[in-house]
């Protein structure tokens, strides 16, 4: 089974930036598709976005498109969340998805 560690969350202002890792192991990391989801306080897990296998197709949620872009890099099996232009409504715990697997997530507030 795959194991995930999600970390770079932190305390930023409006209109920062943040970058968030995922470092996976247990599997071969290249042959899965990735994902990040978010869930605010109070309210359900939703998706933020996607990655194939091997990075050629992505897919994001309407409130990231724009400001935010996954990536991978398979040779250090991590996938990447870059967020730009953050907004207070973006504070959540992030969690990495893969494989039927969770990371614990990683806390990011957006201050106003």
């Known amino acids: 089974q795959v194991q995930l560690v999600e970390s770079g969350g932190g305390l930023v202002q409006a209109g920062g930036s943040l970058r968030l890792s995922c470092a996976a192991s247990g599997r071969t990391f290249s042959s899965y598709a990735m994902g990040w989801f978010r869930q605010a306080p109070g309210k359900e897990r939703e998706f933020v976005a996607a990655?194939?296998?091997?990075?050629?197709?992505?897919s994001y949620a309407d409130s990231a498109k724009g400001r935010f872009a996954i990536s991978r890099v398979n040779a250090k099996n991590t996938v990447y969340l870059e967020m730009n232009s953050l907004k207070p409504e973006d504070t959540a715990v992030y969690y990495c998805?893969?494989?039927?697997?969770w990371g614990k997530g990683t806390l990011v507030t957006v201050s106003s």
């Open positions: 998805y893969a494989d039927g697997a």
């Open positions: 990655i194939s296998w091997s990075g050629g197709t992505t």
